[in-house]
């Protein structure tokens, strides 16, 4: 039998985590949740992505980790972006949006790569590279870069594909199928598209 590599893979919903995961396990990795999401607005959003996830990882044996959920943490780093009297103020909404979205894909990471490396997990990925709307480019050099620096072993697969997959899983399990990525600027942008 061959051994099983650890993974710790940060999870943003059940819909998400429900076809990674299970691309994950045909890959043979020993999978743990990792629900680190200060990014989500909303404590009842928050709690309505946690409990589905639990759910989820409960009924497939999958350990979940949640660390404490702390919305301060996405957006001291986003606020002198936001704020016109900031030197780093960003008045274009195309630019301020990448820029927000660059921010908050390295807070996910950086506190990912934090908690595999001291639990001593070989590998680490993201449930975001199963969202089409996602920049995977982007995602990529963010994970990578902070792999290289800190000496972890980033597994990057195209999860897009199973897209469809984990939000007919959600709808059949009867699950909260999330309509935006997270913060508050997503859920805006989500109702103007």
């Known amino acids: 039998m061959t051994r099983k590599h650890k993974i710790l893979a940060h999870a943003c919903c059940a819909a998400c985590a429900s076809s990674v995961f299970a691309e994950l396990k045909k890959e043979n990795f ?11 607005h909303g ?3 928050y709690l309505r992505r946690l409990n589905d996830l639990e759910k989820y990882c409960t009924e497939n044996a999958i350990p979940l980790i949640v660390p404490e959920y702390n919305i301060q943490e ?3 780093p986003i606020l002198p972006y936001q704020t016109a009297s900031s030197i780093k103020y960003i008045n274009d909404k195309d630019r301020y949006h990448r820029k927000r979205c660059e921010i908050c894909t390295t807070l996910l990471i950086e506190n990912t790569i934090q908690y595999a490396k001291k639990h001593k997990f070989k590998y680490f990925t993201t449930t975001m590279l199963c969202s089409p709307y996602k920049d995977h480019n982007k995602i990529w050099d963010i994970a990578d ?5 800190k000496d972890m072993n980033y597994y990057y697969k195209d ?9 007919n899983y959600a709808r059949n399990h009867n699950m909260n199928i999330p ?6 600027e997503s859920l805006e942008e989500g109702r103007l598209e």
């Open 30 to 40: 020993d999978v743990t949740a990792y629900f680190y999401n200060p990014e989500i």
């Open 145 to 149: 870069s902070l792999a290289s620096d």
């Open 74 to 76: 996405f957006i001291e």
């Open 159 to 167: 999860f897009r594909k199973g897209y469809w997959n984990g939000r």
């Open 179 to 184: 309509a935006y990525c997270g913060c508050n």
């Open 43 to 45: 404590e009842a959003e």
